[in-house]
């Protein structure tokens, strides 16, 4: 399936990311504990317990610090629906500044890709690189909306 999503990803990436040369390549699973590596696992969802409930206090911080912040969200998306990304960065009362398919708040910028699902360079790749290309020279995203 070239230049298309393949539905099969998910298990190519369990076979490749458990091959023991490329776990070594990648200095993974360097503690010979005995298990499978997997795309969502909840060996650390649930242990994990340095991890914020909300990304918004950090959001405050950086904001408050000065750095840019894109963040970029799949319209398709069934795991993080866009409008929860847009409720979210609603709570922080951020002043619009541009609106559209990218929406520009004063310190923050989301960034919506049509067509994309939760893995926005894995089903809009070319997309995906337009919008890092953009994010790394400061520049806004495209006005006429054809890249995203």
Same mark, same amino acid.
């Given at each position: 399936?070239?230049?298309?999503?393949?539905?099969?990803?998910?298990?190519?990436?369990?076979?490749?990311?458990?091959?023991?040369?490329?776990?070594?390549?990648?200095? !993974?699973?360097?503690?010979?504990?005995?298990?499978?590596?997997? @795309?969502? $696992?909840?060996?650390?969802? *649930?242990?994990? =317990?340095? /991890?914020?409930?909300?990304?918004?206090?950090?959001?405050?911080?950086?904001?408050? !610090?000065?750095?840019?912040?894109?963040?970029?969200?799949?319209? @398709?998306? $069934?795991?993080?629906?866009? *409008?929860?990304? =847009?409720? /979210?960065?609603?709570?922080?009362?951020?002043?619009?500044?541009?609106?559209?398919?990218?929406?520009?708040?004063?310190?923050?910028?989301?960034?919506?890709?049509?067509?994309?699902?939760?893995?926005?360079?894995?089903?809009?790749?070319?997309?995906?690189?337009?919008?890092?290309?953009?994010?790394?020279?400061?520049?806004?995203?495209?006005?006429?909306?054809?890249?995203?």
């Amino acid at each position: 399936m070239r230049g298309s999503y393949d539905p099969c990803t998910e298990r190519h990436s369990t076979v490749y990311y458990n091959r023991p040369e490329v776990q070594r390549a990648l200095h !993974a699973n360097v503690t010979g504990i005995n298990y499978t590596w997997t @795309t969502c $696992s909840e060996t650390i969802s *649930t242990s994990w =317990r340095d /991890s914020p409930k909300s990304m918004l206090p950090i959001y405050k911080e950086l904001i408050a !610090a000065g750095l840019r912040i894109w963040v970029f969200s799949g319209d @398709t998306d $069934s795991v993080v629906p866009l *409008t929860a990304t =847009r409720y /979210s960065i609603d709570a922080l009362g951020l002043p619009t500044v541009v609106g559209g398919w990218s929406q520009v708040y004063k310190g923050l910028t989301l960034v919506t890709i049509r067509g994309a699902g939760h893995e926005v360079p894995l089903h809009r790749p070319r997309q995906a690189l337009i919008l890092f290309q953009h994010f790394l020279r400061g520049k806004p995203m495209p006005k006429n909306g054809t890249v995203v």
